[in-house]
């Protein structure tokens, strides 16, 4: 038996919420000292809210929250860089002041909501004044980024209705192969990573799996197979790490200084080393569509046929159909594959984590996980016949109970118009509202003692008795998470694999690892697996 000790993500700590929200607001107050002498920091005037009993900022001002630095620019940030952490500040502010409470960032007005109903109310909305993302997540993206993410009002509508196909359970059923095809070479590469015994670093590959699956999935192309994966891989990083310095160098939000700076230029450089790969990538796509003498849209983007729906259709294909130009199309595959990589593989790690720490957990899992893989029935060739993968019913309350106790996602939005919470309370615009899921899936009313993981807090009579807002890992609703279905396929075809492959233990323990949940989206503590190969299989 080959016994090997991996680390995963060696990560600084930098990212620590506290920490960024300190460096971030020293230079935000400095930004909008300078942006309230200058146009944008005018705020338009609210005074009639017709048909409304309740005067939204009477309602406001009457909510309880804890109490902000008289300088409004630091507000509340004070309250969140403490010992416990800034999650568990959240935690402690929403057992202190219920179901909604105010706090003050940056010079910005912000409800917290803490109920699946008032969580309910935002995510629920179809009114277009409630779709504008956070000021914060608004500031992250590069001004010149495009895509659905980052979009609001109708470019995110005709966004959203464009891509939604290629993302459908019976689209993604058409790439199964891809699945197991990805998985196995990483299986293969962790065997040879491990094959000297020594301590290694994996975070790397489980990552590359990750994106090789969704960019095979999402532009109809193996990069691994034209050696392209690696630089689209690395570009990628470069382009997120970069853009994203900008958070512990808030001077570069200067558009003047951004444009001068490395990291720009680095940006840039990743962007059109990119640019190189999904040229060849439309290049191909372009030649189909020659050839079916598809015309779909007019110079001026107007839709002069219906588009026809395929579900083969990878969404490059639809894009380049509804007469996107590259560029388009090149932004939407980089965020998307942005999102999608550090999200997945975030995941993958904390759900492998959980069962490298409930080890009984994990035997019932590894046991489903076997009958199934070796019933040649559902097995052909390595690949787990799509329906087959429906069976591994436990695998997934696990994976559940892992994204409840580790959610990535929040939500936030800035209003436009106002926001109903209920009978007494309505929130009025240009005040930010958030949804944070760590405080949710921890309430112990829905779920009791929730630090304990517990899989069967997912069976179907638990789910159908429980707020459908109460468990919110991929939000609901409009703006929720376009890609769910991949990601929970990804997660259960990689951990299934991983089970199958190796037995997963820990030397940490939870309470050891608890920092790693302080993280914004990458754990801040590495986290400690030893793989054990499986014989046999
Ligand atoms: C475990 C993995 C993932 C998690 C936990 C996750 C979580 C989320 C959450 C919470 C949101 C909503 C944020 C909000 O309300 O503002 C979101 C939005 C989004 N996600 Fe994911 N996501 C994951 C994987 C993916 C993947 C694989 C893709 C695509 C390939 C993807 C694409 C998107 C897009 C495009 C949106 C924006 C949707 C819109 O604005 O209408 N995500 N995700």
């Not at 929200?21 to 009639?48: A, C, E, H, I």
């Not at 590894?366 to 070796?374: S, T």
């Not at 209920?422 to 309430?443: M, T």
Request: proline content about 5%.
């Amino acid at each position: 038996m080959e016994t090997n000790f991996v680390l995963v993500y060696p990560y600084s700590g930098k990212a620590l919420l506290s920490e960024f929200l300190l460096v971030f607001t020293v230079f935000l107050s400095v930004l909008k000292l300078v942006q309230v002498f200058g146009q944008n920091g005018k705020r338009k005037k609210w005074d009639k809210f017709d048909g409304l009993a309740v005067d939204p900022y009477k309602a406001y001002k009457a909510l309880p929250g804890p109490r902000p630095f008289p300088i409004r620019l630091i507000g509340n940030v004070l309250s969140f860089v403490s010992k416990t952490g800034a999650l568990n500040k959240f935690v402690e502010f929403a057992k202190k002041y219920g179901p909604c409470y105010r706090l003050v960032f940056f010079g910005e007005d912000y409800v917290v909501l803490n109920t699946p109903s008032a969580a309910q109310a935002i995510m629920l909305s179809t009114d277009p004044g409630h779709f504008r993302r956070g000021a914060i997540e608004e500031m992250l993206w590069p001004e010149d980024m495009e895509g659905l993410l980052i979009y609001t009002g109708e470019k995110w509508k005709a966004r959203k209705k464009m891509l939604t196909r290629p993302f459908l359970y019976k689209a993604l059923q058409l790439h199964n192969p891809c699945f197991y095809k990805q998985c196995g070479r990483m299986i293969k590469q962790l065997e040879e990573r491990f094959s000297n015994g020594s301590i290694q670093i994996v975070d790397d590959l489980l990552k590359q799996a990750i994106f090789r699956m969704s960019s095979e999935i999402l532009m109809g192309v193996d990069l691994s197979e034209t050696g392209d994966d690696a630089i689209f891989c690395e570009s990628l990083e470069t382009f997120m790490s970069k853009s994203f310095d900008r958070v512990f160098r808030p001077w570069l939000f200067v558009k003047w200084i951004w444009y001068r700076s490395s990291q720009y230029r680095e940006t840039q450089h990743a962007l059109r080393a990119m640019e190189k790969v999904t040229k060849k990538v439309f290049k191909k796509y372009r030649e189909k569509l020659e050839l079916e003498k598809v015309l779909t849209v007019d110079s001026e983007n107007n839709v002069v046929e219906e588009i026809p729906n395929d579900l083969s259709y990878t969404m490059i294909e639809v894009m380049l159909r509804h007469g996107l130009t590259e560029k388009q199309i090149l932004d939407e595959v980089a965020v998307m594959l942005l999102v999608a990589n550090d999200t997945t593989s975030v995941a993958v790690e904390y759900a492998l984590f959980m069962l490298a720490v409930h080890q009984e957990h994990q035997e019932i899992c590894r046991q489903e996980v076997d009958a199934v893989f070796n019933d040649p029935s559902k097995n052909k060739n390595g690949i787990l016949d799509f329906e087959a993968l429906k069976e591994l019913k436990y695998l997934e309350r696990c994976i559940q109970e892992s994204q409840r106790i580790h959610p990535l996602g929040s939500t936030m939005r800035t209003l436009d118009t106002p926001l109903r919470i209920n009978e007494e309370l309505v929130i009025p615009p240009d005040v930010s509202v958030f949804v944070l899921a760590h405080v949710l899936h921890h309430n112990p009313e829905y779920f009791p003692n929730p630090e304990k993981f517990d899989p069967d807090r997912f069976l179907p009579e638990q789910v159908r008795a429980r707020h459908n807002y109460a468990y919110i890992p991929f939000t609901h609703g409009p703006r929720a998470c376009l890609g769910m279905k991949l990601a929970l396929l990804e997660l259960k075809v990689m951990v299934s694999t991983i089970l199958r492959n190796f037995e997963v233990s820990t030397p940490d323990r939870r309470e050891d690892v608890k920092a790693v949940i302080e993280g914004i989206v990458k754990p801040a503590k590495p986290i400690r697996f030893t793989f054990k190969k499986r014989h046999g299989v």
